[in-house]
């Protein structure tokens, strides 16, 4: 009887193979996330100005509700940005504080309540039951419907659009409702001028509410 004595050959490369494929992978990974930008954070920044102290009469008592809506992109924290009026994108890698709506409510609450007009000033959930039937006192809703970048060929403009009405306690209909629209030049792309755009816009936006809010012939 014969027995064959023929062996399987060795190969040799595996292993070499093995311990470069171990090498590579870590500066494969190293690779990729050098290649995702990191996730910047912007926030508005409009400067202190002297508080405005007026006399209010009967209204000192008075609180103040403010509510906002606004489309769900506003109501998320990446920043929006359009080339078209058909179309809005938002910002993989850059990103508000907290979303517009609620940045552009804070800011209105906190300027208001310098005003010293309102006993409190506080930002509420949008309930139309109690818009309508509001017996705590007065109520102001902001619609927000631009709060973004919009690009005109090399051009680009910090774009902010809200609508607002102002309702008395125990008001069915409001007693004043007016709409706020600024398109603001920027110097560039970056968000950094964008921030600065809006937070020049929404200054003024918030001037021209409190001068609708402290202007008594719209409630007596």
Known sequence: ???????????????????????VVPFILIGCSLSIPSTLIYNLYIPSKTEIKINAGNNTNQTLSITIQSPNYLSQPYIAYRDS???????KYARWDISPDKLVSEEF????????????????????????????????????????????????????????EITLPDGLKPIYTASFYRKIKIADKSY?????????????????????????????
């Open 85 to 91: 009026q058909y179309k809005v994108e938002s910002s």
């Open 109 to 164: 609450r906190y300027k208001i309540s310098k005003m010293g007009v309102f006993e409190k000033v506080t930002v509420a959930a949008f309930n139309p039951s109690k818009y309508l039937n509001n017996s705590e006192g007065m109520f102001l809703n902001i619609y927000l419907k631009r709060f973004e970048r919009i690009d005109e060929r090399e051009i680009s403009y910090a774009e902010l659009d809200f609508d607002y």
């Open 1 to 23: 009887m014969i027995y064959s004595s023929k062996k399987t050959p060795i190969n040799r490369g595996f292993p070499i193979m093995a311990i470069i494929g171990f090498a």
């Open 192 to 220: 950094i001028e964008l921030a600065k755009g809006l937070s020049s816009g929404i200054d003024e936006g918030i001037g021209e509410v409190m001068g609708k809010l402290i202007n008594r012939k719209y409630y007596e």
